[in-house]
Nanobody, 124 residues
C-alpha cells in the first residue's frame, strides 16, 4: 500500500507560480511511475504530467508543456510539480497518483494509488 498526501495548492493570480508536493509513505516511490492529474470544475479528471521511477523520462499534457515541470526525490519519497505562467484554465483540484508502469499514463484508470488532492485556483 502507498499513501500519498499532496500539498502546496492555493490561490494565485494569472501569470503566477506554485509548487505542489506529494509525500508518500508505505513503500518506496522509486517502484512507481508518479503522475499529476487534475480535475477542473465540471470537467473529467485529466492527465497533467508523469515521471518514470528512475526519473529518466517525463511526459506532459500539451496544455502544460513548457510551463509545468515534474520532478521527484526518491530519497525523500516526494514528487513535485512546478507550475509557472498559470492561467485561469489551470484552476482544478490536483491529484498525485502512482502506477506500477508508465504505460497507459494518459488514462486515470491506469493509476493504483491516489492522494486526496490539493486545490489550485488561478484568478484573472
Amino acid at each position: 500500500q502507498v499513501q500519498l498526501v499532496e500539498s502546496g495548492g492555493g490561490l494565485v493570480q494569472a501569470g503566477g507560480s506554485l509548487r505542489l508536493s506529494c509525500a508518500a509513505s508505505g513503500r518506496s516511490l522509486s517502484l512507481y511511475a508518479m503522475a499529476w492529474l487534475r480535475q477542473g470544475p465540471g470537467k473529467e479528471r485529466e492527465f497533467v504530467a508523469i515521471i518514470t521511477g528512475t526519473s529518466t523520462r517525463t511526459y506532459y499534457a500539451d496544455s502544460v508543456k513548457g510551463r509545468f515541470t515534474i520532478s521527484r526525490d526518491n530519497a525523500k519519497n516526494t514528487v513535485f510539480l512546478e507550475m509557472k505562467s498559470l492561467t485561469p484554465e489551470d484552476t482544478a483540484a490536483y491529484y498525485c497518483a502512482a502506477a506500477s508502469t508508465a504505460l497507459g499514463y494518459f488514462s486515470p484508470a491506469s493509476y493504483e494509488y491516489w492522494g486526496q488532492g490539493t486545490q489550485v485556483t488561478v484568478s484573472s
